[in-house]
Nanobody, 118 residues
């Protein structure tokens, strides 16, 4: 069974940084895209960043220039470097993986809490 495990969340002051990690385990064929989404209380889940196997990236406008997504294909791990954190970045961050022909498989992690506050 495929599992995604996030780590690296925590409490940080405004302007601080965190590096989130998501490691995939289990048998996975043809990984296409890995990414990060986030959900704040009372709000819908939103896309933060995605990265394809060949390294193409996409970012939400709200994090562009501050966050960087990367991946290690051999380790089946995706990272999110978050710099210049703002209080509005506070949310549960979820790892997402799409795999298979036509991205027929869609997996989610349990989430890791990021809190930006003084």
């Amino acid at each position: 069974q495929v599992q995604l495990v996030e780590s690296g969340g925590g409490l940080v002051q405004p302007g601080g940084s965190l590096r989130l990690s998501c490691a995939a385990s289990g048998t996975i064929f043809n990984i296409l895209i890995m990414g990060w989404y986030r959900q704040a209380p009372g709000k819908q889940r939103e896309l933060v960043a995605t990265i394809t196997t060949d390294g193409r990236t996409n970012y939400a406008d709200s994090v562009k220039g501050r966050f960087t997504i990367s991946r290690d294909n051999a380790k089946k791990t995706v990272y999110l470097q978050t710099n210049g954190l703002k209080p509005e970045d506070t949310a549960v961050y979820y790892c997402n993986l799409r795999a298979g022909v036509g991205a027929q498989y869609n997996y989610w992690g349990q989430g890791t809490q990021v809190t930006v506050s003084s």
